[in-house]
């Protein structure tokens, strides 16, 4: 297995002190450093404590030898493709935010923006924090297994105002919702 601390930790600007300092409790570098070069074995405790203070999730710190992992080449700036320094290992969207659980909306019919294959990735937070969401595309679980998705577009009390994607659609009310996904980013195939 490959340790990715180091990588993980240059891509959030970290130095080895930061890195410590923002564990709890709090380590030292050396100790922060010896974990990444593999002089010290990376124990289920330590890929916790680190990754906590990484803001990603521990599986995030290892890698299998035998598989490749996507690798960030280039970024596209205002004067077209440019490359990267050096390739780095592409982080996964659960690596966006550490607040929340990500959840997935599958689009099998076009509705709106959305096209079929396409994913939507959603950050789970609390409905009493809905008000960061207005104006965004959000997924609300409803009673009976069933769920609502659209822009939230009203918000009065425990009840929550959708708009789904597409025209032609009503409005959906939605009381009380056990928690609710906010749109954070689309993976299109192409």
Not at 71 to 99: F, H, K, S, Y
Not at 115 to 126: A, C, K, S
Not at 131 to 154: Q, T, W
Not at 164 to 186: C, F, I, S
Request: overall charge positive; charged content about 25%.
């Amino acid at each position: 297995m490959i340790n990715r601390i180091r990588d993980i930790r240059r891509d959030k600007g970290m130095t080895l002190a930061d890195l410590a300092a923002a564990c709890d409790p709090p380590t030292t570098a050396q100790t922060i450093g010896r974990l990444e070069t593999g002089m010290r074995n990376l124990s289920i405790k330590w890929m916790d404590r680190i990754a906590a203070a990484l803001g990603v999730d521990p599986e995030m710190l290892v890698r299998s030898d035998a598989a490749a992992h996507p690798q960030a080449v280039a970024r596209l700036a205002a004067q077209g493709a440019e490359a990267l320094g050096r390739p780095r290992d592409a982080l996964l969207p659960t690596a966006l935010a550490a607040d929340g659980a990500l959840v997935v909306l599958l689009i099998e019919a076009a509705s709106g923006p959305y096209l079929p294959g396409d994913q939507l990735w959603l950050r789970q937070i609390d409905p009493a924090d809905s008000a960061r969401a207005i104006n965004r595309d959000v997924l609300a679980p409803r009673k009976g297994g069933r769920f609502a998705f659209g822009r939230l577009i009203d918000r009065q009390g425990a009840r929550l105002a959708l708009l789904p994607p597409g025209a032609g659609h009503k409005q959906v009310v939605v009381e009380d919702p056990a928690w609710l996904g906010v749109a954070e980013m689309l993976v299109r195939p192409l």
